[in-house]
Each structure stands twice: as C-alpha cells, then as structure tokens.
C-alpha cells in the first residue's frame, strides 16, 4: 500500500511545482506588462492601469505564499510511514470515497482508483485527523465510516 501513497505524495509535489510555475509566469507577465505601459497624457488612466497590475502581482503572491506553505506541509510528510491513526500522510479508505491527508490537491487517480488529497485542516480532513479504522463522520449530511488507515 506504500506505493500508492507514494504515487500520492509524488502527484501532490508535481501539483505544487506545476501551479507554482504558472502563478511565477503570471507574475512575470505582470510585472513586464507595468514596465512597458507607457505614461499617456491621460495620466489617471495610466495610474490606474499600473494599480490593476500590481494589484495582479500582489494576489499573485499571496498565491504563491500559501503554495509555499502547501510545500513546507508535505515536505514533513514520509510517504513509507504507516499509522493507525489518521496523520498527515494517512491514506483514508471510507465508505464514501477514498482521501490522502496532505494538501488540498483535488482528486487524482491512482491505478484506477481515485483518491482525494485533503489538508489535515479541511473541512473532512479535520474530521478525519486523529481517528482510527471504524470512527464514524458525517460528509455533506451523510453518515460514513472509516474502513481502513494505512
């Protein structure tokens, strides 16, 4: 079962590293987008332009802050360990789906079979974190049970 987990782990980098490229990009564009605006006698026009870009930028960075921080919760996490208990880096089978307590990834598919990543402080994740095989939760009104922990 470690296998899976470290094809998780492994999709989760690769998700982090392949958004973290994009929003560097955005910014990049941002930024050369201001220095080649060019002051117009219209000089609010111009002013106005050049907040909307650094606005961009700065969300941007906000942006890449919290997938920095995304980065520095995986990088604790060791794919090969197991644990009764859920933990980040726990693979949580449920009757209602199956989740990977790590960053909010979305679903991903391994070997036919989807799983969801989930941050320990999500909604579900938060449920999740510290029980064991047989704890009951609740998901979107429903009841569900925790099958199995790895």
Not at 35 to 59: C, F, M, P, V
Not at 72 to 97: E, F, M, N, Q, W
């Amino acid at each position: 079962m470690t296998g899976i987990k470290e094809q998780l782990y492994t999709l989760c980098n690769d998700y982090i590293t392949t958004r973290g490229a994009a929003i560097k990009q955005l910014i990049a564009d941002a930024q050369e987008a201001g220095a080649n605006e060019t002051k117009s006698s219209a000089g609010d026009k111009y002013e106005t332009g050049r907040e909307l870009l650094q606005q961009e930028i700065d969300l941007n960075m906000a942006r890449l802050n919290e997938l920095n921080a995304q980065r520095a919760i995986l990088d604790h996490i060791v794919p090969a360990h197991t644990s009764k208990v859920v933990i980040p880096g726990s693979l949580v089978y449920t009757s209602s789906g199956n989740f990977y307590i790590a960053i909010g990834a979305g679903k991903l598919l391994v070997d036919g079979v989807f799983f969801y990543a989930v941050s320990a402080a999500s909604p579900v994740g938060s449920q999740l974190m510290g029980q064991q095989e047989g704890h009951a939760f609740e998901l979107n009104g429903k009841k569900n049970l925790i099958v199995s922990v790895i």
